[in-house]
């Protein structure tokens, strides 16, 4: 069954408002959640690591201001793009680091991704 | 960002041939893994790879991790219509994160 959940699938959203996205690790507690971004037929690009209870850390290029990043329990992690443009219409996966699995790598599971578009 | 050299890009073939795609990096992974994305969706883990020289197998995919653990490839024999999708092949890096080659397209002519 699924181990991550995402929410929502689709949202579209006006120029100048800010959107949230919900990841929810199902059933397992996850300590550490990525963020990702894909542009049509492009591969998955990190934007941050999220660790819960602690801020999360971007990767270079990335706005930390743009893109909020809140890891507030053991089971979500949440994405907030913040005053959108039409260049952040995007997909946007997250992806989740069971604890479980910590002590070795493991395969990463990823939601369903967000499609975000911005008019 | 840093990507890994994945080919071929695309690739259109009959029904029930073989396919095969491969990706390269110029550093060392400790983990390889193949992903398969349909559209609109979140990619589906296919294979793990966690050891040089490892060969997996799941159903009718194969892939192995280069000796050197900087390449990996992956086969699917017999290629079904539901094949069709975009592959991508991940290297593990310290601290789990992923970085991903650029996909493969995988279109099946029936």
């Known amino acids: 069954g699924a181990v991550v959940s995402q929410h929502p699938s689709r949202v579209i959203c006006k120029s100048g408002t800010s959107v949230k996205i919900e990841c929810r690790s199902l059933d397992f507690q996850a300590t550490t959640m990525f963020w990702y971004r894909q542009f049509p037929k492009k591969s998955l690009m990190l934007m941050a690591t999220s660790n819960e209870g602690s801020k999360a850390t971007y990767e270079q290029g990335v706005e930390k201001d743009k893109f909020l990043i809140n890891h507030a329990s053991l089971t979500l992690s949440t994405l907030t793009v913040t005053s959108a443009h039409p260049e952040d219409s995007s997909f946007y996966i997250c992806s989740v680091l069971l604890s479980r699995d910590i002590w070795h790598n493991s395969p990463l599971h990823f939601g369903n991704g967000t499609r975000l578009t911005v008019t | 960002g840093q990507q890994l050299n994945q080919s071929p890009q695309s690739m259109f073939i009959q029904e029930g041939e073989d396919v095969s795609m491969n990706c390269t990096s110029s550093s060392i992974f400790n983990t390889w893994l193949w992903y398969k994305q349909d559209p609109g969706e979140g990619p589906v883990l296919l294979i793990a790879l966690y050891k040089a020289g490892e060969l997996t197998s799941n159903g009718r995919l194969t892939a192995q991790f280069g000796i050197t653990r900087k390449d990996s490839f992956l086969n699917i024999s017999a290629s079904i219509p539901s094949d069709v999708g975009i592959y991508f092949c991940?290297?593990?890096?310290?601290?789990?994160?992923?970085?991903f080659g650029a996909g493969t397209i995988l279109r099946v002519k029936s």
């Open positions: 991940a290297g593990q890096e310290y601290g789990n994160k992923l970085v």
